[in-house]
């Protein structure tokens, strides 16, 4: 019954921002824990940042001061303010959510940064 939907993936030149939006949606549940995690062609899906329900961040170093991340644990709603964005960054980024400790994902959204 749990779905995450994301948004606001899109193509932006180097130095750009954007802002993702991750919204779950379903029968009455929890969040533990929402992030995003992302995965590029022929790369391993990983962490990008989370935050669990009582506020605490982690971020991926190497996005660490670029990238932050909130939420909205009234409308299981989780943020991604993207900023200084590099070629590298590009990727699909994921949604996730962790509800009584099992994993949920949404299905993606492309994030392309041009030189």
């Known amino acids: 019954q749990v779905q995450l939907v994301e948004s606001g993936g899109g193509l932006v030149q180097a130095g750009g921002s954007l802002r993702l939006s991750c919204a779950a949606s379903g029968s009455r549940f929890t969040n533990n824990a929402m992030g995003w995690y992302r995965q590029a062609p022929g790369k391993q899906r990983d962490l990008v940042a989370r935050?669990?329900?009582?506020?605490?961040?982690n971020y991926a170093d190497s996005v660490k001061d670029r990238f932050i991340i909130s939420s909205d644990n009234t409308k299981n709603t989780v943020f991604l303010q993207m900023n200084s964005l590099k070629p590298e960054d590009t990727a699909v980024y994921y949604c996730?959510?962790?509800?009584?400790?099992?994993?949920?994902w949404g299905k993606g959204t492309l994030v392309t940064v041009s030189s």
């Open positions: 935050i669990t329900n009582t506020g605490r961040a």
């Open positions: 996730n959510a962790i509800i009584n400790a099992r994993n949920y």
